[in-house]
């Protein structure tokens, strides 16, 4: 069994059990795979000092820019609308007139535009539906554009691109300006320990960036990002926190333990999110039958993040069983984003401590092999998901993306500042220091090869949500290529992280990616597919690849015979519910309750 707790900011594991030789990786060569990842890494090795780091959105050239003031030319004003029915004042016309009598230039534009315009967010140019595509930021090179691709359009408020018929505030140029707080000053206005809201209020330093607004005029939560709240975790500091006891990363790309890439084991991370069920329990099945093997001789594991409702226990309890690690992933995951978004930290603890103590209590799973959780939908809830998670005891977090980078990252501790920016579509991250470790998603490349270095590229942080994996030799290849991507630069965890529905609704893609393991595994004598707490594990106490197949962590529930079956009979219980109404089905080893379990009612008993 493998135990942890938290000791300031790591995780102790304590270990055991017996070293098993690993298979000889000259029995199973595939010319195939051979060919291709030769072919990869030459290509790879080529590129590798070309590639910088991606941006989810796509930085907009000069000729954008010059498309979207063009689009303004011609007006009487030149930055007005074109809602139908809009007609100029007498002042605008006069100012329109008076601007035409000079030259404009980008920088007077850049200054007129900016003078009233919070930093980093995005404004229209020309407000209605005809150009609701268009918006622009401002920044300090300069005025930056984006167009959304077709069939979308800019919600100002969500600060993203949206489908069309979502967007509602296409007349509008741009969100009301918000009171900041006056952190730096000329002159101090306050008291040590204290700091100015927008209108010179002088509050304790404690007060600001705490999801509740102190101010008068509100500034206190108005600048509250990772570079300006107050209260920020500090930046990693490596000669105050060393293994076993405490481990950071300046840039979260060096290797734990200072060890050289290539004698590091590349691990492999599959998860799984979602209930398990009858859909999907058949995928799991096949894929993780015992087949597949790691050098050590011990069968391939996956990490699933269990939500609750259509969730089948019994069939959590089998794969915990297994060997498999059990995460939590809530009980409702609601679809809404801003129900996570704005979430309490209360509610956070329900939906995400109450996920496992439903597997605890209908999936015999003991609590202390649950050891983290995911968000629904990837949204985040800022601190107060972090800081009900710390209160809740999870060990770590595997819910924030790291934009697509050379090198990845590896995963880091959130005592610390993140060492990448908060990516994604306007997501909250924390920003405080939260005794959480984060197992970040690393976003996958979705091209099948190393492309040039000025191509703009978006990844994806789920697998099956890259759009240009379109058949099964697209997947084979970009698995290829991502695989390369980690091995031959840091070998940071490689993630694959997947919905069932994507390989039930497309077999071919399960065939693809069964196929590649396979090959992975028989080419490689270093390379191990393990579970998060697993990756944990080796970072407290990193060996190298001659090492790792007596690794003790990566050897407990080594095959799926090695745990008895407990389950005699599964009950389908079928459950009324007093929030969901109707009947609701249970299934469980253990006998039904009364009622449908939910919120803040892990027993069932309807209240």
């Given at each position: ?14 270990f055991g059990g017996l070293t098993l030789a690993h298979d000889d990786p000259s029995k199973h060569e595939h010319k195939h795979l051979s060919m291709n990842l ?395 220091s939260h005794t959480v470790m984060e197992m970040v998603m690393n976003e996958f490349d979705p091209r099948e090869e190393p492309g040039d270095n000025d191509e ?134 253990n006998s039904c309750p009364a009622y449908y379990p939910w919120i803040n009612d892990v027993e069932g008993a309807g209240y």
């Open positions: 069994m493998i135990n942890l707790k938290i000791i300031w900011m790591w995780i102790v594991f304590g030769n072919n990869l890494k030459n290509a790879f090795k080529v590129r590798n000092k070309e590639i910088v780091n991606k941006l989810n959105i796509v930085e907009e050239n000069q000729v954008l820019m010059e498309e979207i003031l063009a689009s303004a030319q011609g007006r009487s004003e030149m930055f007005d609308s074109d809602i139908p029915g809009y007609t100029r004042t007498e002042k605008e016309a006069t100012d329109a007139k008076e601007r035409s009598k000079r030259q404009v230039d980008q920088e007077d534009i850049r200054n007129a535009l900016c003078q009233d315009k919070n930093a980093g967010e995005f404004f229209r140019l020309v407000a209605g539906p005809t150009h609701c595509r268009d918006v622009v930021s401002c920044t300090d090179a300069g005025l930056q554009a984006i167009r959304c691709p077709p069939g979308l359009a800019f919600d100002l408020g969500k600060q993203t691109c949206e489908w069309r018929r979502q967007v509602t505030d296409c007349n509008t140029k741009s969100r009301p300006k918000l009171a900041l707080p006056l952190f730096n000053t000329d002159e101090p206005i306050c008291e040590r320990g204290e700091l100015a809201c927008g209108d010179g209020q002088c509050l304790p330093r404690t007060l600001f960036c705490d999801d509740k607004p102190d101010c008068v005029d509100g500034s206190d939560e108005n600048l509250c990002d990772s570079r300006n709240d107050p209260n920020r975790a500090d930046e990693c500091d490596p000669d105050q926190c060393r293994l076993p006891e405490c481990y950071c990363s300046v840039t979260g790309r060096e290797i734990p333990g200072g060890l050289e890439p290539e004698s590091v084991p590349q691990m492999i991370v599959l998860t799984f999110d979602d209930a398990i069920n009858n859909n999907n329990f058949e995928i799991f099945q096949n894929l993780l039958d015992g087949r597949l093997k790691n050098p050590n001789g011990c069968d391939i594991k996956a990490t699933f993040f269990v939500s609750h409702r259509y969730n089948n226990y019994s069939m959590a309890q089998e794969m915990h069983r297994r060997g498999h690690e059990m995460a939590s992933h809530s009980i409702t995951h609601d679809n809404e984003e801003k129900y996570w978004d704005n979430g309490t930290r209360e509610n956070w603890e329900a939906e995400i401590g109450g996920a496992r103590d439903l597997l605890v209590r209908w999936g015999n799973i003991p609590a202390e092999d649950i050891y983290g959780s995911r968000a629904p939908l990837l949204r985040l809830g800022g601190n107060r998901q972090f800081s009900a998670l710390e209160r809740a005891g999870f060990v770590y977090d595997s819910s924030m993306v790291a934009p697509l980078s050379n090198p990845p990252f590896w995963p880091y501790p959130l005592a610390f500042a993140a060492p990448h920016r908060c990516h994604g579509n306007f997501q909250n991250c924390p920003t405080r703009q590229v978006a990844g994806c942080a789920m697998l099956d949500s890259c759009s240009s994996i379109r058949s099964s030799d697209i997947l084979y290849n970009v698995l290829t290529h991502n695989f390369i991507r980690h091995y031959e630069q840091n070998r940071a965890p490689l993630g694959l992280f997947l919905h069932a529905a994507w390989l039930k609704k497309q077999p071919e893609m399960l065939d693809a990616l069964q196929f590649w393991l396979d090959e992975v595994l028989s080419t490689y004598n270093d390379v191990y597919l393990v579970t998060m707490s697993q990756v944990l594990a080796w970072m407290q106490s990193p060996v190298d690849s001659r090492d790792a197949a007596s690794f003790p962590a990566w050897k407990q529930k080594c095959t799926l015979l090695d745990t008895e079956d407990t389950c005699l009979v599964s009950n389908n219980c079928p459950l009324a519910s007093t929030v969901l109404g109707g009947t609701q089905r249970l299934q469980t080893c």
